[in-house]
């Protein structure tokens, strides 16, 4: 942890995008809960998330939920996941609360303590349209800066335990 500008903020962030993470769907024979895994994507997967100790969970809204990529990478581990504090922050065409609480209820199933960073961020059609594929933190975010610095502040509150 490090103080900054009066904050107590994280030492590191690293962004980890599922899309180098390509698990197959629920291939694992065995319940993660016992932390055998078959497969050396699930172990390295394993291995990446115990190394972490808290998350921020960046995703968008697909019919009120959170896509499938996201339940799987999930879903594939479980004690890696426990006791870790998570911040939600979810976008989409109307912000994404609903896949928010969803993420929530699996994050405490998960044993975690999850924060939802509210209001989700809503992108405007025009951009959702335009598809190019990623997002531009700078410029789609930028309005939420503060909503996001509260949050973050909440998370490392949980990740201390006050
Ligand atoms: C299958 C699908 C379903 C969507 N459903 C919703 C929705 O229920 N609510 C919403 O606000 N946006 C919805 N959207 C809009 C997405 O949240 C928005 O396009 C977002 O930018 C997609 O992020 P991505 O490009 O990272 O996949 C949906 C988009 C897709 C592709």
């Given at each position: 942890m490090a103080e900054v500008g009066g904050e107590t903020t994280p030492d590191a962030f690293e962004v980890v995008d599922l899309k180098d993470w390509p698990?197959?769907?629920?291939?694992?024979?065995?319940?993660?809960?016992?932390?055998?895994?078959?497969f050396e994507h699930t172990r390295a997967w394993s291995r990446k998330i115990a190394a972490a100790e808290a998350f921020v969970f960046v995703t968008p809204q697909y019919n009120w939920g959170y896509p499938a990529a996201l339940k799987n990478a999930l879903d594939h581990l479980y004690r890696e996941w426990a006791g870790k504090p998570a911040l939600i922050v979810t976008y989409g065409g109307h912000g994404g609360d609903r896949c928010a609480e969803q993420l929530r209820q699996v994050c405490e199933g998960l044993h975690m303590t999850p924060i939802i960073a509210g209001p989700g961020l809503r992108l405007p059609r025009t951009r959702i349209e335009a598809?190019?594929?990623?997002?531009d933190p700078a410029g789609e975010f930028a309005a939420h800066r503060d909503d996001l610095r509260q949050s973050l502040g909440a998370l490392v509150a949980a990740r201390r335990g006050t």
């Open positions: 698990l197959p769907m629920d291939d694992e024979p065995g319940v993660p809960a016992a932390g055998e895994y078959e598809n190019t594929g990623e997002i």
